[in-house]
């Protein structure tokens, strides 16, 4: 199965401690990249031959996945990766408003360490030069948690991951990347600029405003695609 390619080479992730928690980080990091689209129904046999795991274990990072909404349990089917509704998409961006924003306006005082966001906007343009939009959606979600990261905070870089995850699985379902993250390549070299230039408020409002318009645009494409596929099922 092509959604399973490389995942036993992350048996070695696992070490000699086998535990839920460290199958659940592959199997979310795999979610995340688009190995496992939303509405695919996990294997418990492959997936569990694939990392070497035993059942229980297995069953464990799953509960442990639904748990944090990017799978879910259907009764008497099994478990699949969770397909988002777009109240769930307003939730997401209300939570990232809610602590992106945050996180900026309590930086205190310049100068900043802005390496990570730098490097993201450089790793977001070399896949965009290279024509690779799926990189450039990753290069965007690494953009995001490392302003995240600017917090110094282990429980709100845990919290964001699960809500980057989560949104990954929206992202996933867009027809045209290209035209969904383009913009945001020079909005997010704006933000790094703006706080590398100690400009603290000037780049909450950006950032305000940035997660607005995505928001709108996200909605407006995610909607249309989720119309589209209840119609040609229904």
Same mark, same amino acid.
């Given at each position: 199965?092509?959604?399973?390619?490389?995942?036993?080479?992350?048996?070695?992730?696992?070490?000699?401690?086998?535990?839920?928690?460290?199958? *659940?980080?592959?199997?979310? *990091?795999?979610?995340?990249?688009?190995?496992?689209?939303?509405?695919?129904?996990? *294997?418990?046999?492959?997936? +569990?031959?694939?990392?070497?795991?035993?059942?229980?274990?297995?069953?464990?990072?799953?509960?442990?996945?639904?748990? $944090?909404?990017?799978?879910?349990?259907?009764?008497?089917?099994?478990?699949?990766?969770?397909?988002?509704?777009?109240? #769930?998409?307003?939730?997401?961006?209300?939570?990232?408003?809610?602590?992106?924003?945050?996180?900026?306006?309590?930086?205190?005082?310049?100068?900043?360490?802005?390496?990570?966001?730098?490097?993201?906007?450089?790793?977001?343009?070399?896949?965009?030069?290279?024509?690779?939009?799926?990189?450039?959606?990753?290069?965007?979600?690494?953009?995001?948690?490392?302003?995240?990261?600017?917090? +110094? *905070?282990?429980?709100?870089?845990?919290?964001?991951?699960?809500?980057?995850?989560?949104?990954?699985?929206?992202?996933?379902?867009?027809?045209?990347?290209?035209?969904?993250?383009?913009?945001?390549?020079?909005?997010?070299?704006?933000?790094?600029?703006?706080?590398?230039?100690?400009?603290?408020? $000037?780049?909450?409002?950006?950032?305000?405003?940035?997660?607005? #318009?995505?928001?709108?645009?996200?909605? #407006?494409?995610?909607?249309?695609?989720?119309?589209?596929?209840?119609?040609?099922?229904?």
């Amino acid at each position: 199965m092509a959604e399973l390619t490389g995942l036993a080479d992350d048996r070695a992730l696992l070490g000699r401690t086998s535990t839920a928690e460290r199958v *659940s980080d592959i199997l979310r *990091s795999r979610i995340a990249e688009g190995y496992f689209p939303p509405g695919t129904r996990l *294997s418990e046999d492959s997936i +569990g031959g694939a990392l070497g795991v035993s059942r229980n274990t297995l069953r464990e990072a799953f509960r442990l996945l639904t748990h $944090e909404r990017l799978l879910v349990h259907e009764l008497n089917r099994g478990v699949f990766v969770r397909v988002l509704t777009i109240d #769930d998409v307003e939730d997401i961006y209300r939570t990232r408003s809610l602590v992106e924003c945050a996180v900026v306006r309590g930086l205190g005082e310049p100068p900043f360490a802005v390496d990570g966001l730098a490097g993201a906007v450089a790793e977001g343009q070399r896949a965009a030069d290279g024509g690779d939009w799926k990189g450039v959606s990753t290069a965007n979600i690494h953009f995001h948690r490392e302003l995240v990261a600017l917090a +110094g *905070s282990a429980r709100t870089d845990e919290l964001m991951r699960s809500v980057f995850a989560e949104l990954r699985l929206a992202f996933h379902v867009v027809a045209s990347p290209r035209r969904l993250h383009e913009p945001y390549l020079a909005r997010n070299r704006q933000i790094h600029k703006t706080l590398e230039a100690g400009e603290r408020d $000037e780049a909450e409002r950006l950032l305000a405003t940035y997660l607005a #318009d995505s928001l709108e645009g996200l909605v #407006d494409v995610y909607g249309r695609r989720v119309a589209d596929a209840a119609q040609r099922t229904g």
